[in-house]
């Protein structure tokens, strides 16, 4: 703080001046969001109507997953955030495979996160799980002589390389929808389980909530879905903070005659804006999906389910997709993912000025015209600067 003189003629002004408030600029924040894609479409377990054919539906999915080579595909999705950087990362269906005589599996025949966030390391990236949903966690036999166990997670990343005291998060939370898809086999009901997870994030003085979700495809009923995304509202969305919702949301929001579309209309209905709509105004963004097996040599992805959605004052510089390129391919020529990766650079504003702050500025000018004036000098002086320019 210093004092100033301005001359106007025969009147002269004193001035002080305030500190501005740390971190008064915006401060730009990366986000991505990426399912990774477990490698089966559930089909053969689906279409399976007696115990036996259930059986062999649980072999042939164990080998549609290893056919998709989860360790090889993760290392391509690391590849892809090293090169984006992003401060947090959402991911869908990081799962990992497990088998075993008896249960519980516990061998680990595949395990994507894993195999992700040591490519990371190897590539010299500082990411660490934050908070990890488990979704989907179910066992089975095979016609292989073990069990199969398949472990969904839903799993947000966050840099471990910047200072606390400009980056940090906290409140790790996950929860499971109380609506749930329950489809019969002929082994017993079996409940595709899906939920939300989120933090609290303190970027440069500004905090909001990030959130993931993998919500339930919609495809034997889009009331599920929807019910699922205003649990999402009500849960993920109870707190004071700005929010953004980045995930696989499964509604098509492009193509109003989907009947899925009716979920991405409630959530925008509710106050959230889309990133995408807000960047690129006409480009459809289409993140799905290729083939089942991933060996489709040309994209296939028509529909705009993977999405980052907001609330409050943030600013949205950018949002662009990553892993639709065939030079993103394994060395083998699968995709990374049938689904591509979205990443939004968003402006989180500065924080506002505290009441505090700002009375402890207003106190701290007026102490400085008292002392100016001389009521913290000795009787007969005057400041410095005012002896100056007398």
Known sequence: MSPCRIGLGAVSALCVVIPPLAGASA??????????????DYSALASATTPGAFLA???????EIAATQPAARADVMAQEI?????????????SLVRTSSAPPATAVTSDLLGSL????????????????GT????????????????TTQDVILARTD???????????????????????????????????????????????RFVTTHLDTGQFSPLIQTAQAEELLAGAGNTPLPVIYAGDFNSSAGDPTDPTY?????????????AWVLTNPGDPGFTCCEDPDLLNSDPTLTQRIDLALFTGPFGVDEAHLVGVS????????????????????????????SSTYLLASALAAIGAIRRIRGGSLGRGQRPQAMRNTA
């Open 135 to 150: 979704e989907l966690d179910a066992e089975a036999p095979s016609t292989l002589g073990f069990d199969v166990r398949l």
């Open 117 to 132: 966030l040591g490519r990371l390391g190897t590539l010299g990236q500082h990411y660490a799980p934050v908070v990890i």
């Open 27 to 40: 401060a730009p924040l990366i986000i991505m969001t990426q399912n990774m894609d477990e490698g089966t």
């Open 262 to 274: 009716s979920t991405y209309k409630a959530l925008i209905d509710a106050g959230l804006s889309d």
């Open 162 to 208: 910047l200072p606390a005291s400009e980056f940090s998060v906290s409140d790790p939370q996950a929860h499971h929808f109380a609506t749930q898809l329950v489809v019969p086999t002929p082994v017993g009901p079996f409940a595709l389980t899906r939920g939300w997870a989120s933090v609290d994030a303190t970027l440069d003085g500004s905090s909001f």
């Open 57 to 63: 539906a649980v072999t042939q999915t164990y080998q």
């Open 326 to 353: 065939p030079s993103n391919k394994t060395q083998d020529g699968l995709w990374p993912s049938d689904h591509a990766g979205l990443v939004v650079t968003f402006d989180v504003p500065a924080p506002e000025p």
């Open 82 to 94: 090293a090169a984006q950087h992003p401060d947090l990362v959402a991911l869908q269906e990081a």
